[in-house]
């Protein structure tokens, strides 16, 4: 442990002004990422959980230090781990296009929450290393991460098309470029009712194969009415 902190450990005045100045300063830079890509839980949120983590360690350690109140100090931090995740949930959605968005948001919320308990328990090495390590995952990882899935070599699409000519139409399409169907679902429509069929497709691309411009090239068949990927 850094010896600069030694003298802080112990709750003091001068020791439970620096953990919560530490949790509204790490809850912050990790909430601006969050605000700055306009998801829900941004700035404010994340420095209110991560300032109120902070408080509930260092009320566990006020209640058993200076009140001498023999408690589990653990037991409140314990209920703040498994309460945030009612708060994280919130921020978790499925869009139009049946994907999942708001899980990093909802991680970082969480792990803010973690990051308070430490701070408001006097651990400012592992406060401070943690929100440098998210912030890393959340600024540089995420380009990895996207790369990663660019390159992926199977991918689910949803397609609508109208008959049964426009599938042969796409299985053909799939043959000649090289792309090997692994699954297909098919929901035909009924006839007395106006919808369009649909078809879940599980595909293995080739290396270097360009999803946006298959997509592109499966919504100018004719027939097509719509595409996305699951």
Known sequence: MLSLFDGLREVSIWSVALRMTLAVICGGIIGIEREYKRRPAGFRTHILICLGAAMTTLTS??????????????RLGAQVVAGIGFIGAGTIIVTRR???????????????????????????EGGLFATVLILVAELFFSRVEYQMLKNAPEVNLYIEYNDNRTM??????????????????????????????????????????????IQKYIQATAGVVSVREL
Request: aromatic letters at 10%; one cysteine or more; charged letters at 20%.
């Open 61 to 74: 350690q006020y209640l058993y230090l200076v009140l001498g109140q023999y408690t589990d100090m653990a």
């Open 98 to 124: 049946q994907r999942v968005k708001g899980l990093t948001t909802a991680a970082g919320l969480w792990a803010a929450a973690i990051i308070g308990l430490a701070l408001g328990g006097g651990f400012y």
């Open 168 to 213: 042969d139409k796409l299985l053909q399409e799939f043959r000649e470029r090289g792309m090997k169907i692994l699954n297909m679902g098919i929901i035909h429509s009924k006839s007395n009712e106006k919808h369009n069929a649909c078809a879940i497709f599980t595909l293995r691309l080739h290396k270097g194969m360009d999803l946006d411009q």
